[in-house]
């Protein structure tokens, strides 16, 4: 089965969450969260690669479901500089970040990593007057990998994580039981949602509301 792309989205502000609209005209609420990676130098054979990594999760609020909807893997941040660099695989975050705004809405991110990286990051980031607006950049603490990664293993484990081909490979990448950027922004995103999950807002009227703003909803493709 293809994994469901949506089509077009609307983003309910009021309650923090955002109506995504599918080819058969079923349309589910998410509550959006990403995570990353921040880039480390990964040994692989004679030569070391810096590989860093960003995801975006949609968990639908109903069935409570995550689905990784965007991800790409990254090794600095600026775009502008990346085509200015002589590297062929210079990757930068920065679109990923845009467009993960203007085609979602979504600009929360969860990291877990020793405290360098993310500041070198942040700064470069924060820096950069080619993202706008600037993220929401989160660190989730935990102290068993292990444990952490259950988050992971068990909606997979039960179906209710929902995955591309290509971001299964990448997550899969250098054996399951060692670190993989791919697999860690994933698990920074789904550890983020669990301690913080989305919350109906006091004067909400549930589902009957949600249909409301479903019939009269303005969609916005999904580039």
Sequence with gaps: ???????????????????AKFEDETVGE?????????PS???M???????????????NVKTDRACVFEFTPF?????????HRSAVGARPLGPFLNRCWSAWYAGTYYWHDHGEPHFQYRSQIMRDESINPKPRLILIEWDDDKAAHQVFWTPANMGRLGLEEQYKTAVAEGGMDDYGPARHA??????????????????????????????????????
């Design 75 to 83: 090794n600095m941040i600026n775009a502008e500089i990346a085509m």
């Design 186 to 223: 994933l698990v920074c995103a789904l550890v983020g949602i669990q301690r913080r999950p989305w919350r109906p807002p006091q004067d909400s009227d549930s589902s009957d509301h949600v249909l409301d703003m479903t019939e009269r909803a303005i969609w916005h493709p999904v580039p």
């Design 30 to 38: 998410y509550y959006l969260r990403g995570g990353i990676a921040w």
């Design 1 to 19: 089965m293809p994994f469901p792309r949506p089509i077009a989205i609307q983003r309910l502000s009021e309650r923090d969450t955002t109506l």
């Design 41 to 43: 130098v990964d040994t």
């Design 45 to 59: 054979g004679t030569r070391g690669e810096i590989r860093g990594y960003a995801v975006m999760v949609g968990v």
